[in-house]
């Protein structure tokens, strides 16, 4: 009987080690692609030659590093302005309306910044609306006034900033919510105003929230394309797409790619540091929760209005003015053509997701499996896509497959004497590699916030039961994890339905979206077409987007 039970907890341990290994292999494979395309781009770039370096400094790059580091100062100003504001509001104070627009201040994250643009140039540019009817009023000429250009760089920053300032908003929100009375409190009984008080002590405790809000919307900002693109801002993302297709400098994509990656890994890793260095102080037993303000008259106003405009001309506004160029339109929704678009966003996005949520499971169910530095390590790669652009990871990808495809097809042809095209490069499944690497960051931390509510204690009964790793992973987390899992998908779904800078370098031949649609029309100022493929992709943006309001909704 005892050796009955020696071999079975052998061969349970056996099968134990043996599943261990196979989710091990699983998730440094992913961390492998996730650092794939860095590494192809790092290496394209030192071996294009010094000659493009020089030229590129001698020319271009001096201009896209200005452009670019102004977007980005523009940007995080404006985000923490909006965001750390409307946040203190709805938070500490209470006036008429502010269950309301505590929800409604998340809305804009719908938006993809570049359909903001579209709606906003139709709106203002020297053809838009406004100022039409301005010159027809006023009787002026065109060169009889002076109205702010919308397509420059300030202009971009705008349009960025309306649809980021959510990612301040919701974490400093959360920061405040967590916040003792006492110490703001103090401050007032020793003399200190509301807003010396909030300065000094509540600002403070919530930096590392508010900088990691700010520090994502910077990272979208250096990923964006099609804002810039469409407002004519040069910058690094124009910059590495124009060098692709408009000149066929594949050394000089490279090397613009490898300055981007340099600086979104930068931010990445100063992200990671101010994080590690954060300490948060939750609200105790003993520590009362700040009490909000009652503000009336005058002051209820103004926080009403200061709360409001976001709003408006962040979601309200764009919505009708896309609304109303659809209905002026020649595009047909349900024609063939625009089904053919909506299928394939449906079937990228679908997969994407699906592949992203795997390999998301493969990494976080490893490190909680086996603990440790080389988990650890492949769970860090793994996030590390979240803090690069779309064109870099295409780049990255397209740099090696094509090499491997063109080896191959050199191979066959003077072997056998027949051509075997590209096999990978320009197919649907590079493209799906790329959205993994961009968006598995997403859906691993929703991934691993379910899985931190699992005790470890539910492993041991169900490896005691005689459950393998995979055994247990099916038939303890995955239900439990259910929510979670939902929640990632449909983060990476929206995602991808947005994302268009990898799509517009990787996507197969006649193989278009939405995105790449509405990009094309606006391309060609068809700006009324390009509202009917925008205003579906923001209708489907708003489904996590009634989740996040959900969640807001319930902690208040």
């Known amino acids: 009987m005892a050796e009955t039970v020696r071999y079975a907890e052998h061969g349970s341990h056996r099968h134990h080690a043996r599943g261990t290994r196979v989710i091990g292999v699983l998730a440094h494979v992913v961390a492998l692609a996730c650092l794939l395309p860095m590494v192809a781009v790092a290496l394209a770039a030192l071996t294009g030659g010094t000659d493009t370096i020089a030229h590129l400094m001698q020319t271009v790059l001096p201009r896209y590093t200005a452009t670019t580091l102004a977007l980005v100062v523009l940007v995080a100003i404006g985000t923490f302005a909006i965001g750390v504001g409307a946040a203190w509001l709805v938070t ?13 201040l998340v809305l804009p994250l719908a938006y993809p910044a570049y359909v903001l643009a579209y709606a906003y140039t139709y709106l203002l540019d020297h053809a838009g609306i406004v100022q039409s009817t301005l010159r027809a009023v006023m ?84 990923a964006d394309f ?18 692709w297709f408009s000149m066929a400098d594949r ?21 990671r540091i101010q994080r590690g260095q954060a300490r948060y102080h939750g609200a ?38 896309l609304f109303e ?56 790669v793994a996030r590390l896509g979240y ?12 740099v090696p497959f094509a090499a491997f495809d063109n080896a191959v097809d050199a191979w066959m042809r003077a072997t056998f004497g027949i051509s075997t095209g590209l096999l990978l490069t320009g197919s649907i499944w590079l493209l799906i590699a790329a959205y993994m690497v961009r968006f598995l960051a997403s859906a691993l ?80 100022e068809r700006l009324e077409g390009a509202a009917v493929p925008s205003l579906v992709i923001v209708a489907v943006g708003l489904l996590p987007v009634i989740l996040i309001c959900r969640q807001v909704g319930r902690r208040s």
């Not at 500490?92 to 409604?104: D, K, Q």
């Not at 595009?331 to 089904?339: A, I, K, T």
Request: proline share 6%.
């Open 226 to 243: 099609g804002t810039v693109a469409h407002f004519g801002v040069q910058t690094f993302a124009t910059g590495i797409y124009s060098s």
């Open 325 to 380: 160029m659809g209905l002026g339109s020649e595009q047909d929704l349900f024609s063939p053509r625009y089904v053919g678009f909506i299928r394939n966003s449906l079937t990228l996005a679908s997969i994407a997701a699906v592949v992203t949520v795997l390999a998301a499971i493969c990494v976080g169910f490893y490190q909680r499996l086996q603990p440790g530095r080389r988990s650890a390590m492949a769970a860090y």
């Open 251 to 271: 050394a000089a994509a490279a090397q613009l790619a490898l300055f981007l990656l340099g600086f979104a890994l930068l931010l990445a890793v100063t992200e």
């Open 284 to 321: 105790g037993k003993r520590h009362a929760t700040m009490p909000p303000a009652q503000l009336h008259g005058a002051r209820a106003a103004l926080a009403f209005l200061l709360c409001i405009v976001p709003v408006i001309f962040g979601f309200l506004l764009p919505a009708v003015v």
């Open 445 to 524: 931390g929703a991934y691993e916030g379910g899985q931190s509510m699992i005790h470890a204690n539910m492993d041991a009964a169900a490896r005691s039961l005689g459950q393998t790793p995979l055994g247990t992973l099916r038939r303890v987390h995955l239900p439990i994890l259910t929510p979670s899992l939902l929640t990632a998908l449909l983060i990476v779904f929206v995602d991808v339905m947005k994302e268009l800078p990898a799509t517009l370098i990787m996507r197969p031949f006649n193989f278009d979206t939405l995105a790449v649609q509405a990009y094309r029309l606006a391309s060609d």
């Open 387 to 398: 803090a690069v652009p779309g064109g870099v990871i295409a780049v990255g990808l397209i």
């Open 92 to 104: 500490m104070t209470r006036f008429p309306g502010v269950r309301v627009l505590e929800i409604a």
């Open 139 to 222: 009787g002026w000429g065109p060169r009889d006034y002076w109205f702010p250009e919308v397509r420059s760089l300030p202009g971009a920053a705008v349009m960025l900033i309306l649809v980021l300032y959510p990612y301040v908003y919701l974490l400093a929100r959360a920061a405040f919510l967590q916040q003792s009375a006492s110490a703001f409190l103090a401050a007032r009984a020793l003399g200190r105003s509301p807003w010396q008080a909030f300065l000094r002590v509540s600002l403070p405790m919530a930096r590392p929230a508010i900088a990691a809000g700010v520090l994502l919307a910077v990272m979208e900002t250096i």
